[in-house]
C-alpha cells in the first residue's frame, strides 16, 4: 500500500473508532428536528462540522505542547450532556400526564449543536494529538480531508436512521425519553473516561 493510502485508511480508522457514539447523537438530534423542528438539518451539519473542527484545532494545539484543559478535568466535559439530558427528563416526567407533548430538542442552533458534539468528543483529543504530533504536514493534511468527509458520511447515516418507519414510529413515541437517557449516558461515559467513575 502507498503511504498516501496508509494515511487515507488509518484516518479512516480513527475517525470511525473515536466517532462511533456520534452516530447516536446525531440519530437524536434527527429525530429532534423531524419531531420538533429543532435543530434544523444545516444547523446538524454546520454544529457537527464546528464541533470537530474546534477538536482538531485543540488537538493540533495538544501536539504542539500546549495543554488547554488538564487532563483531570477532562470530566467536566460530561457536565452538558448530563445536564441536557436530565433537563429533558425532568420535562418529560413533569409533562406525563398532560396533553401537551414534549419537544425532543436538546440543542437549538449551530453553537448548541456544536457544544455537544465538542463534550461528546472531548476523549477524543489525545488520540487526536498522538496522530498530528507524530505524522508530517502532508499526513495531517490527508487526515483532516478524511475526517472533513467523516463528518458528513456521519451527518447522512444519523439523518438515515430516522428516515425509517419503524425508527420514526419509536421516536415519535418515544423521542423525548430516549433523548434523555441518551444524553446522560453520554455525560456519565465522559465521568468515567475522566476518571470521576471508576475509569
Same mark, same amino acid.
Given at each position: 500500500?502507498?503511504? *498516501?493510502?496508509?494515511?487515507?485508511?488509518? +484516518?479512516?480508522?480513527? &475517525?470511525?473508532?473515536?466517532?462511533v457514539?456520534?452516530?447516536?447523537?446525531?440519530?437524536?438530534?434527527?429525530?429532534?428536528?423531524?419531531? @420538533?423542528?429543532?435543530?434544523?438539518?444545516?444547523?446538524?451539519?454546520? @454544529?457537527?462540522?464546528? !464541533?470537530?473542527? +474546534?477538536?482538531?484545532?485543540? *488537538?493540533?494545539?495538544?501536539?504542539?505542547?500546549?495543554?488547554?484543559?488538564?487532563?483531570?478535568?477532562?470530566?467536566?466535559? !460530561?457536565?452538558?450532556?448530563? &445536564?441536557?439530558?436530565?433537563?429533558?427528563?425532568?420535562?418529560?416526567?413533569?409533562?406525563?400526564g398532560?396533553?401537551?407533548?414534549?419537544?425532543?430538542?436538546?440543542?437549538? =442552533?449551530?453553537? @448548541?449543536?456544536?457544544?455537544?458534539?465538542?463534550?461528546?468528543?472531548?476523549?477524543?483529543?489525545?488520540?487526536?494529538?498522538?496522530?498530528?504530533?507524530?505524522?508530517?504536514?502532508?499526513?495531517?493534511?490527508?487526515?483532516? !480531508?478524511? &475526517?472533513?468527509? =467523516?463528518?458528513?458520511?456521519?451527518?447522512?447515516?444519523? *439523518?438515515?436512521?430516522?428516515?425509517?418507519?419503524?425508527?420514526?414510529?419509536?421516536?415519535?413515541?418515544? =423521542?423525548?425519553?430516549i433523548?434523555?437517557?441518551? &444524553?446522560?449516558?453520554? @455525560?456519565?461515559?465522559?465521568?468515567?473516561?475522566? =476518571?470521576?467513575? !471508576?475509569?
Open positions: 500500500m502507498e503511504p *498516501s493510502l496508509v494515511t487515507v485508511a488509518m +484516518a479512516a480508522g480513527l &475517525f470511525a473508532a473515536t466517532n457514539d456520534d452516530i447516536v447523537v446525531l440519530a437524536v438530534l434527527n429525530a429532534a428536528s423531524r419531531a @420538533g423542528g429543532r435543530p434544523r438539518a444545516w444547523q446538524i451539519w454546520a @454544529g457537527q462540522y464546528a !464541533g470537530i473542527a +474546534a477538536l482538531v484545532v485543540i *488537538s493540533f494545539l495538544a501536539a504542539l505542547g500546549l495543554t488547554l484543559v488538564p487532563r483531570g478535568w477532562i470530566w467536566l466535559l !460530561g457536565l452538558l450532556p448530563l &445536564f441536557l439530558g436530565l433537563r429533558k427528563l425532568w420535562a418529560a416526567l413533569r409533562a406525563r398532560s396533553e401537551e407533548p414534549v419537544s425532543a430538542a436538546v440543542a437549538t =442552533g449551530v453553537p @448548541g449543536v456544536m457544544s455537544i458534539t465538542i463534550a461528546n468528543g472531548g476523549d477524543n483529543i489525545a488520540a487526536y494529538a498522538a496522530v498530528f504530533r507524530t505524522s508530517s504536514g502532508a499526513d495531517n493534511t490527508v487526515t483532516i !480531508g478524511v &475526517f472533513s468527509l =467523516g463528518v458528513a458520511l456521519w451527518c447522512l447515516a444519523g *439523518s438515515w436512521l430516522v428516515s425509517h418507519r419503524r425508527v420514526a414510529q419509536v421516536i415519535d413515541r418515544w =423521542g423525548q425519553w433523548v434523555a437517557v441518551v &444524553f446522560i449516558l453520554i @455525560g456519565l461515559y465522559v465521568f468515567r473516561r475522566g =476518571g470521576v467513575l !471508576g475509569g
